[in-house]
């Protein structure tokens, strides 16, 4: 059942994000992943990760659609652009990854510090050992802080 | 509470990624603004499919319906003018907002604050040469006109309602790339853009140049260089046209005009010369009578050369309301059309080519608070000008300005220039309502009323073709011209024995312009050549008389005859070179006897060769770096230095002078002991190309000797196009050189009582460079071919087609 929360948890960041950026700037969508992680109030790593998925959803759903019609050509002038006349110019797809990333990232810490800032026992203990491998990745010992 | 407080550390850190994510770094721009799928660069991807749709806005009185066909172009409906030009304002933004703004930026002087330090010479070039000064002016005119503040104030509105609308989601890919955001759009844009194109067109001339080669060469050789009228002139008045009206008294010749020897004014150096167009390149028009053409109705065509730029110059538009309805293309920030027809009339222009600016030295008092103008003595006017500059503090600079004009040139502007300082005098400084030209031209049912609507036109001189439905046809250069003292303003004069009342003043009236309807040949054109012959009872000066293109139209013309829109395409899009015509028969003999193989080769290629300057062909290619080396040789006396600046002879002067001057002393190569003729030169210049092309055998194709590109505006190279595949070149009726082409082809045909219009031009209706629409026509404007305009009666009309298409 958790789980499924989990996966609500992302689908809702990835859709309530890519909604208020249509109206708000930018950055708005990191609203969306602290408040995701302050009402959800999951584990830090699974916090980190909802955050980190939806708003990569969001990214890479978002980015993806917009480019349907022209197949990445567009992206991959920008990337020329960016690359400033270099022999190898960056491509659209590896645009695509460092701006999912970038955003996922940013998604990922504000869930986390939405969570964390909410001093209550987290509410999720499932798959607490799953999670305390993941965070293995991370530096930051979350297990140590509950 | 610990876990809180990694909470608050882990919020910060992350504010502090998100706050450096959304600043500008220099020049670079907020990367998470510009990476954002709904803000970023995602969000000007653009591909849609355009025909039929149909899109209402709400305008100051009411709704407006714009209906866009296939190639993006809209058609806007509406119950009246001011709703129209309102929508005119809001479409045209929606299409080209950063292009327009952009041009507004460069013609006030005020790149600096997008680009930073790199810009600031060509800012202070810019104000030092008034523009921004002269369209403060010209606004209060159009402002004042009841015919033109209506459209200008209602346009104002559109743009700034699109604005609003595009700072919430969408702005143009530049804003984002450059990190700024549009500001509010003024009637004043819109005057910026039409002196930008008065400095386009008409803001250059050769009086430093001419000074210089003067002194240092004396009388008669600078004639035989610069002559006023080309050897073999052939005018878009025909020659032995007369002329029915009388002249105005010329200025008398100041006593003190002619150069003094000894004064150290000579040897200016023109420091920014930005835009300048390449020698024959210009802009062709032409319409034939019903008389030659296989319908009985005329054909007028028209193709300007402009800077081949993305977006493109011109944006193509249908406008109807109640009492107008008009089509073709115009200029991105102003109302109306430039270029196009209504039901009843056709029109297009050509830049007229006359020297409508000119340089005077002046002498100050001790205090450089007061200057010598016709011997009286007045005061400065002072303008102070702050240029914010992007990344760098402010730099000001007060110009001085004299009754005639402002000193561009002193010692703040051009460090390495001695004290004598350098005021211009401008036609386009003075305030005028160009605007109203076109907006009357948009609504002029007969003849009578392009003559009225082209009398409110100033600047820049151009040659307006027409034609309508009652088979007349005309073409008249209009502008406010000096009325000259021979040579007047073909060198640099004395401000002090200058007379104001004849520099601010004294033009040729309007009804004695160079004009002619329905001409005895059965057509009238013009290509940036010579208006007139020697029976014109004024004075004429040109900076830059084309003399290729206007002979070639005219030979293709004269010798049709039931000409029809095909035959107007080829002629468009005509690559035959009279320059090689005319040159080669005179280089070829000298460099026969040559015993290099390759040499051998490219002269039996040049020989064979039928002059046409095909892409994929290798002759033009050997002319065009032969001629380049031989000009450079033959007139190494007129090389620009830092101490001076110097013009080689038009080409057409330099085919004369090997014809009928062989010795001339200006062959002698500078700074060798023998005296070189033009045989030496000719096998100088000829070896030298054989080795080029031995470096740089990729270029013997022309389409890579010559590198047509058409560039962005910011010079963003991954929104240009390079190595067009295209033929032509200066001088040639498909003029199309490396960044200068035809900006856009029209041919409008009257045949069937109707009048049907055929376009193409180098680029696309979008300036989105995500937009299909952004470069649509380039390939087929560079094949040769055209689409078919779509000019609706009414909404109800262009609904019944759009569906019968379907």
Redesign the interface.
């Known amino acids: 059942m958790k789980i499924y929360s989990f996966i609500i948890q992302i689908i809702a960041i990835a859709i309530l994000s890519w909604l208020i950026c249509l109206i708000a700037p930018w950055w708005s969508f990191v609203i969306i992943a602290f408040l995701s992680g302050l009402i959800a109030n999951k584990h830090g790593a699974f916090s980190f990760w909802a955050g980190f998925l939806g708003i990569g959803i969001y990214y890479l759903t978002s980015s993806t659609f917009s480019s349907k019609g022209d197949g990445f050509e567009f992206v991959n002038q920008i990337g020329k652009v960016l690359s400033s006349g270099a022999e190898n110019p960056i491509s659209g797809i590896l645009l695509l990854w460092v701006g999912t990333i970038i955003f996922a990232i940013l998604g990922g810490l504000f869930t986390l510090s939405g969570a964390l800032l909410l001093s209550n026992e987290p509410s999720n203990k499932i798959g607490s050992g799953k999670a305390k491998s993941r965070t293995k990745g991370l530096k930051l010992d979350l297990k140590r802080y509950q | 509470?610990?876990?809180?407080l990694?909470?608050?550390v882990?919020?910060i850190?992350?504010v502090i990624?998100?706050l450096i994510?959304?600043s500008n770094i220099g020049s670079i721009p907020s990367?998470?603004?510009l990476?954002?799928?709904?803000?970023?660069?995602?969000?000007?991807?653009d591909?849609?499919e355009n025909k039929g749709k149909q899109v209402e806005i709400n305008a100051i009185h009411g709704k407006v319906t714009i209906i866009y066909d296939e190639n993006h172009i809209p058609h806007i409906f509406a119950d009246n003018e001011e709703d129209l030009y309102y929508a005119q304002g809001y479409v045209m933004a929606q299409d080209r907002l950063w292009q327009m703004e952009f041009i507004t930026y460069v013609a006030s002087g005020r790149l600096t604050e997008l680009v930073g330090e790199k810009a600031l010479e060509l800012d202070r070039y810019h104000r030092r040469i008034g523009l921004k000064k002269s369209a403060e002016e010209s606004i209060a005119l159009l402002t004042n006109d009841p015919l033109t503040k209506a459209p200008i104030t209602s346009f104002t509105q559109g743009v700034n309602a699109f604005i609003k609308k595009a700072k919430?989601?969408y702005l143009p890919?530049e804003y984002k790339?450059l990190g700024y955001q549009p500001q509010e759009w003024q009637p004043i844009n819109s005057a910026l853009l039409l002196k930008y194109m008065a400095n386009d067109l008409t803001g250059t001339d050769n009086d430093i140049e001419y000074t210089n080669a003067l002194k240092k060469f004396g009388r008669e050789i600078f004639d035989i260089l610069y002559p006023d009228y080309p050897a073999s002139p052939d005018p878009i008045i025909p020659i032995g046209t007369p002329f029915h009206f009388i002249p105005l008294q010329a200025p008398l010749k100041p006593a003190n005009a002619s150069l003094n020897p000894n004064e150290k004014v000579a040897m200016y150096k023109n420091p920014i010369k930005p835009f300048l167009p390449q020698r024959g390149l210009g802009s062709n028009n032409w319409v034939v009578s019903g008389s030659k053409t296989s319908s009985g109705m005329p054909i007028l065509c028209n193709d300007p050369h402009l800077s081949l730029s993305f977006p493109s110059i011109w944006y193509e538009m249908q406008l109807n309301a109640p009492g107008i309805n008009v089509y073709g293309v115009t200029l991105p920030g102003s109302p109306g059309i430039v270029i196009g027809y209504n039901e009843h009339i056709a029109w297009g222009v050509t830049n007229a080519g006359m020297d409508v600016r000119d340089w005077y030295t002046v002498e100050t008092d001790a205090s450089n608070e007061k200057y010598l103008i016709g011997n009286k003595w007045e005061i400065f006017e002072k303008i102070n000008e702050t240029y914010k500059v992007k990344g760098s503090k402010n730099h000001s600079e007060t110009i001085k300005w004299t009754k005639i004009g402002p000193i561009v040139y002193d010692s703040q502007f051009d460090t390495k220039r001695n004290k004598l300082d350098l005021v211009m005098s401008w036609t386009a400084l003075k305030p005028s309502n160009d605007l109203k030209t076109f907006l009357l031209l948009n609504k002029a049912k007969n003849h009578q009323d392009y003559l009225k609507a082209l009398d409110e036109y100033w600047c820049p001189g151009q040659n307006f073709v027409y034609a309508d439905l009652e088979n007349n046809i005309a073409i008249k250069e209009q502008g406010r011209f000096w009325i000259r003292y021979p040579e007047q303003g073909k060198f640099i004069q004395n401000l002090k024995d200058a007379n104001v009342k004849n520099i601010l003043n004294y033009f040729i009236p309007n009804q004695q312009n160079p004009y002619i309807l329905n001409p005895e040949r059965g057509f009238a054109s013009s290509a940036n050549q010579i208006p007139v012959d020697k029976n014109y009872p004024y004075y004429i000066l040109g900076f830059q008389y084309e003399n290729y293109r206007n002979r070639r139209i005219n030979e293709v013309l004269t010798q049709s005859k039931d000409i029809t829109i095909d035959d107007m395409k080829n002629l468009q899009y005509d690559n035959l070179s009279i320059h090689a015509r005319e040159a080669l028969p005179i280089m070829l003999p000298f460099v026969k006897n040559t015993t290099n193989e390759q040499g051998k080769e490219i002269i039996q290629k040049l020989t064979k060769w039928n002059y046409i300057t095909n892409y994929d062909s290798d002759a033009p290619s050997y002319f065009y770096k032969w001629w380049a080396y031989f000009e450079t040789l033959a007139w190494d006396e007129l090389k620009k230095t830092d101490e001076a600046d110097f013009i080689y002879p038009e080409s057409y002067t330099s085919i004369n002078i090997m014809k009928n001057h062989p010795n001339f002393p200006l062959f002698d190569i500078e700074g060798t002991n023998k005296n070189e003729t033009l045989q030496d030169v000719l096998n100088i210049s000829f070896d030298s190309t054989i080795a080029y092309f031995n470096r740089h055998p990729e270029q013997k194709e022309f389409r890579f000797f010559k590198n047509t590109s058409i560039s962005h505006l910011a010079q963003?190279?991954?929104?240009s196009k390079k190595n067009i595949k295209i033929g032509g070149y200066a001088g040639i009726v498909n003029a199309t050189s490396s960044r200068w082409g035809a900006s856009v082809r029209l041919i409008i045909d009257f045949s069937n009582g109707k009048i049907q219009g055929y376009g193409m031009y180098p680029g696309g209706q979008s300036g989105n460079?995500?937009s299909?629409a952004y470069d649509t026509f380039v390939e087929a404007w560079t094949d040769g071919k055209y689409y078919r305009h779509h000019f609706y009666k009414n909404i109800h009309d262009a609904i019944n087609n759009l569906k019968e298409e379907k």
């Open positions: 509470m610990t876990r809180k990694i909470g608050v882990i919020f850190i992350s990624f998100v994510l959304n990367i998470g603004k990476l954002s799928p709904s803000h970023g660069f995602w969000s000007n991807i591909i849609q919430r989601g890919i790339l963003i190279d991954a929104f460079p995500g299909n």
